[in-house]
């Protein structure tokens, strides 16, 4: 069974850049998968295809056995919750509990579930004192961590985490790691892009090494030791 099967994607942004060339991969379901690569490698371009922020110009890209195209959209969306390298992509509401709440109430969750779901996620990522602060006046750290509990207030299949670790002080790494940890043990899938090679070859069960718009190595942390 597989959370996400990629054939032959190819992307191009509008300024003329490739970023992918022609990926074929496939992640099981529940496995933890680090996608490596040096920056530019194409890892953001290819995890903004994984909700259909993107949507592939050649090749296709199923999530649990949906395509992702502009009709399945909103059930992507619903299913893979992403988690963007820059919080500003995804941080803009008044407040931060506002933020975290956005995500649950746009898929019409009610007012007890949706105050839950946001009290469990700030908690998770400590940033409970925080919620009637404003996202804007807080810290590059603190903001990425709000982020975080938003995707993880919608409580998505699939988590997929682009660069979580960066920019957070050590504490809040800590925390990172018990979080994937829990949300992996509870049955999801969790995708991380790093550049990251000892945190890929500690923490994930599947790595996907990407170079250069392409698939450069795919298996257990073991295909590591003979990349470097
Ligand atoms: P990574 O996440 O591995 O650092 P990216 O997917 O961000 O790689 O970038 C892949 C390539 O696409 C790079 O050459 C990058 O400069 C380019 N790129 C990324 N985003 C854009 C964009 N919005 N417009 C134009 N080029 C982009
Ligand atoms: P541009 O307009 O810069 O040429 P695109 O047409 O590829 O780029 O538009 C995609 C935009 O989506 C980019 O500007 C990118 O920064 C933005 N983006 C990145 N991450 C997210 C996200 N998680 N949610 C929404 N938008 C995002």
């Known amino acids: 069974d597989y959370a996400v099967e990629i054939r032959d994607l190819a992307f191009r942004h509008r300024d003329g850049t490739v970023a992918l060339r022609g990926v074929t991969l496939k992640i099981k379901k529940g496995s933890k998968t680090a996608i490596l690569g040096p920056n530019g490698a194409g890892k953001s371009t290819l995890l903004l295809h994984l909700n259909g922020i993107y949507l592939p110009q050649q090749g296709t890209v199923k999530i649990l056995g949906v395509e992702v195209n502009r009709k399945n ?26 933020d975290v709440a956005f995500g649950p109430a746009n ?10 779901r946001v009290d469990e996620a700030l908690k998770a990522v400590r940033m409970e004192e925080f919620a009637q ?14 982020a975080i509990a938003g995707v993880l207030a919608v409580k998505p299949e699939i988590l997929v985490l682009d660069e979580p670790h960066a920019f957070l002080d050590p504490a809040s790494k800590a925390d990172l790691s018990g979080i994937l940890e829990r949300e992996n043990r509870e049955g999801r899938t969790v995708i991380v892009a790093t550049h990251d090679v000892d945190f890929a070859y500690e923490w994930a069960d599947e790595v996907v090494v990407i170079k250069d718009g392409a698939v450069q190595a795919q298996g257990g942390p073991e295909v590591l030791s003979r990349e470097e």
């Open 133 to 146: 602060r404003m996202p804007f006046h807080l810290s590059y750290g603190q903001r990425k961590r709000v």
């Open 73 to 98: 959209e909103k059930r992507v969306r619903k299913m893979v919750g992403l988690v963007s390298q820059d919080p500003d992509d995804q941080v803009f509401s008044p407040t931060v509990w506002d």
């Open 107 to 116: 898929f019409g969750l009610s007012q007890d579930e949706i105050k839950n």
